[in-house]
């Protein structure tokens, strides 16, 4: 039924849009460090954005306390690498 809710409620299109992966691997694929860096920008926005989303869960009680804690530990991994991706290049 919880997930029911978070579909009904169109939280699920929000989490379709974390798409970091996506614009890590096109960022790196880019040959500018402009470039590159524009698709690490959106991909660490786009983790921003899915951590609103796990907020939006947790408070309406579709996701449980201590998996949007798990989840957001994995975003927070995933800014990391981000940071790191923007820095090295």
Known sequence: ?????A?????????D????SQHMAE???????RDRHH????AQGSAMECAAALDILRVTGCLSPADATR??????????????????R
């Open 1 to 5: 039924a919880k997930g029911a809710l």
């Open 7 to 15: 579909a009904q409620s169109g939280l699920t299109g929000d989490l």
């Open 17 to 20: 849009l974390c798409t970091q």
């Open 27 to 33: 960022g790196c694929a880019r040959r500018t460090k």
């Open 39 to 42: 698709f690490f920008s959106i």
């Open 71 to 88: 989840a957001k530990h994995k975003l927070t991994r995933i800014v990391q690498m981000l940071v790191g991706l923007r820095r090295s």
